[in-house]
């Protein structure tokens, strides 16, 4: 078995456990307090709220792990009432992204003026100017790409 040494640093002389703090308590948006407690006091409450994040972040890991086992199991159920409902005692939506792509063919007409225009300054001004946009919050447009200008 293998000696372990733990180094600890010295307690500086200006330490004072019991010396009494004043902070300010933060609740929300409401005026803040002031509240007056021992060292002591303090260094327990952070360490008790460091424990309490660590285990609030292990269940939201477990939560998310349990999001992941009913979406790829939601729709072979048997029993998704049972699934909708452990679902909604963990405030889990029951939704899935889905990648997609499609095609989109659209015609249209230009005015130029053909004093100061080419035909490759009417590509450009579609390619440039012609988008996709999507009108419901749902839909995500990662990507558009104008191909195949033509004239008709």
């Not at 948006?29 to 021992?38: G, M, R, V």
């Not at 990648?99 to 007409?109: F, H, N």
């Not at 100061?116 to 946009?133: A, G, H, K, P, R």
């Amino acid at each position: 078995m293998e000696e372990s040494t733990v180094t600890t640093k010295p307690i500086p002389e200006s330490y004072n456990s019991n010396l009494l703090v004043t902070y300010k308590v933060i609740r929300g948006y409401s005026d803040a307090e002031y509240a007056t407690d021992k060292v002591t006091s303090l260094e327990w409450d952070l360490h008790n709220g460091r424990q309490s994040q660590k285990r609030v972040t292990l269940l939201l890991s477990q939560i998310d792990a349990v999001k992941d086992i009913i979406t790829e199991a939601y729709a072979d159920s048997s029993d998704q009432e049972t699934l909708q409902a452990i679902a909604e005692a963990l405030d889990i939506q029951l939704t899935r992204e889905v990648e997609w792509s499609a095609t989109i063919e659209v015609s249209g007409t230009l005015t130029i003026d053909l004093l100061e225009s080419t035909v490759d300054d009417v590509e450009q001004e579609i390619y440039d100017n012609l988008y996709v946009d999507s009108q419901n919050g749902q839909i995500e447009i990662v990507d558009t790409e104008v191909t195949n200008v033509r004239e008709n």
